[in-house]
């Protein structure tokens, strides 16, 4: 499977997010994007998206903010502790996206992405013990939310 992933501010590309999913089989795409210019970071993520026509963007973070603002079509999304209030102008996403959130993030709050959630019908799933979700369980659940056709299975 294709995915585009976004990586977070002040994150470089081949992180340990999409490292793990290129170890699972998928072809990741991975672009650096700019720290301190989110219209340029939202162009960047265009582009790829538009180049290659992921079947799934995954946005962590600053990406998730990024991959909110992008028109990714039919493109499944899963955000990773999305900073959507932070940067950019989007407010809600589709409800058949997945967000996942720890409860004990220090950068970004829980009760962001429960709005999110609840104002996009969107799932949101409680995982992880900090903002890197990094550990093995957030780390499956990211996996699993680009794998399975029918999001709504992974609860």
Known sequence: MQILFLHGWQSIPGGVKPSYLIQHGHN???P???NDDFDE???IAQKEFDEHQPEVVVGSSRG???AMNINCGDAKLVLLCPAWKNWGTAKTV???TVILHSKN????PFDDSEELAK???AMLIEIGTDHR??????LQAMLKACSISTVRQIA
């Open 133 to 138: 979700l990094a550990d093995p369980e957030p």
């Open 119 to 121: 104002n996009s019908g």
């Open 105 to 108: 993030d220090e950068v970004i």
């Open 41 to 43: 970071a939202t162009r």
């Open 32 to 34: 650096k994007l700019p």
């Open 64 to 66: 998730g903010a990024v």
């Open 94 to 96: 589709r409800s058949s």
């Open 28 to 30: 990741v795409i991975n």
